[in-house]
C-alpha cells in the first residue's frame, strides 16, 4: 500500500503561532490533499495541488496556506493560528485521474 | 444539502450479526471509496470502486451509479470491525473527494 508520512504527530501552539504541517509521499503520485476533521463535520478539503508548483483551493481555506515543493512533499502553514485551528490534519495522496486515495497517520494540533 | 449522505450516523451490533452501511450521493460521481477510522484515528482503505460490487473477506461493497448510492455490507462482525466508517464519491467535475459524515459502529460481545 502507499505510504503517506506526516510530520510532527502531535503539535501545540499558542493563539497567534507559526505551524508548519508536513507531508510526504514516495509513491509519485500527482495529487496531494490537506484535510481536517472536526466532530460534526467530518473531512472537509483545505488546499490540495495537481504537482510540484501547482495549488488549489480547497473549502475551507480561510487561515492556511500551502506550498507543494516537490512532487513528493505537501507542506500545510498556519501563520497565525487561532483555537479554531484545533483539528486532526490528514494529509491524502492519489496518483491522479480516477485512483485510490491514501491518506496519512493525522497530526493532532492544538491551538492554545 | 449533503452531497454525500451516509446512514445510520451510529450503529451498535452484537458480534457475529450482519449489517449494512449506505452511502447516497446528490453529485455526480462514477467511483466511490470505503474507509475505516479505527479507535486511534487511522484511515484504512477498504474499497475502491467503479459500478459493481467488490468483497474482501466478510466486507462486500456495491456501487450502482445509475441509483447513486454505494452500500457496505459486514459480515458476522468483530470487536475490530469498531470505528467508523466513511464513504467518499470522486465529484467529476473537479476530482474532489467528497466526504460522508460518517458511520460509528460499536460491536459489543
Known amino acids: 500500500e502507499a505510504a503517506v508520512t506526516q510530520s510532527p504527530r502531535n503539535k501545540v501552539t499558542v493563539t497567534g503561532g507559526n505551524v508548519t504541517l508536513s507531508c510526504r509521499q514516495t509513491n509519485s503520485h500527482n495529487y496531494m490533499y490537506w484535510y481536517r476533521q472536526d466532530t460534526g463535520h467530518g473531512l472537509r478539503l483545505i488546499h490540495y495541488s495537481y504537482g510540484a508548483g501547482n495549488l488549489q483551493i480547497g473549502d475551507v481555506p480561510d487561515g492556511y496556506k500551502a506550498t507543494r515543493t516537490t512532487q513528493e512533499d505537501f507542506f500545510l502553514l498556519l501563520e497565525l493560528a487561532s483555537p479554531s485551528q484545533t483539528s486532526l490534519y490528514f494529509c491524502a495522496s492519489r496518483l491522479g485521474g480516477l485512483n485510490t486515495l491514501y491518506f496519512g497517520a493525522g497530526t493532532r494540533l492544538s491551538v492554545l | 444539502g449533503d452531497q454525500v449522505k451516509q446512514s445510520p450516523s451510529a450503529l451498535s451490533l452484537q458480534e457475529g450479526t450482519n449489517s449494512a452501511l449506505r452511502c447516497n450521493f446528490s453529485i455526480a460521481t462514477t467511483t466511490v471509496q470505503w474507509f475505516l477510522q479505527n479507535p486511534r484515528g487511522s484511515l484504512m482503505n477498504l474499497f475502491y470502486l467503479v459500478p459493481g460490487t467488490k468483497e474482501n473477506g466478510r466486507l462486500k461493497s456495491t456501487f450502482n451509479s445509475k441509483e447513486s448510492y454505494s452500500t457496505l455490507h459486514i459480515r458476522d462482525a468483530q470487536l475490530e470491525d469498531s470505528g467508523t466508517y466513511f464513504c467518499?464519491?470522486?465529484?467529476?467535475?473537479?476530482?474532489?473527494?467528497?466526504f460522508g459524515a460518517g458511520t460509528r459502529l460499536k460491536v459489543i460481545a
Open positions: 467518499a464519491a470522486v465529484n467529476t467535475g473537479n476530482y474532489k473527494y467528497v
